[in-house]
């Protein structure tokens, strides 16, 4: 159950953090946010307010794959569906916002994903 005192405390872990990392055209920043079922990956170019590619757990393309797999699993699939797509626009440097969630479980194993596609970060 999400509390007044966790939602504060997650608040300000994700403004402590966003006050530090800055993407920009050549290394966007990889943001996660997770649910309490899904996981969501955006690639952001700060500048110019812009998306440059995106990918979750509620996707269509994905989701016959991820049927049967843990939490855990999926959230590493995520990861390398939001890969391809940023390797594909030729963005292969990116600055990792963890977006207020501890990176442990299923933030690190998309983060773990992304890198062993080929982004580096």
Known sequence: MIT???????LK???RIRRKIRGTAERPRLTVFRSA?????QII?????????????VEKQIRDEIKDLKKAEIAEKV??????RCLAKN???IV???????YHGRVAKLADGA???????
């Open 45 to 57: 170019d700060d500048e110019s307010g812009k998306t440059i590619a995106a990918a979750s757990s």
């Open 37 to 41: 079922k899904h996981i969501y990956a």
């Open 115 to 121: 890198r062993k596609k080929g982004l580096k970060f």
């Open 96 to 102: 990792f916002d963890r977006n207020g969630f501890v």
């Open 4 to 10: 007044k005192r966790n939602r504060q405390a997650y």
């Open 79 to 84: 990861g390398n569906l939001v890969a391809e």
């Open 91 to 93: 963005v292969d440097k």
């Open 13 to 15: 872990r994700k403004y």
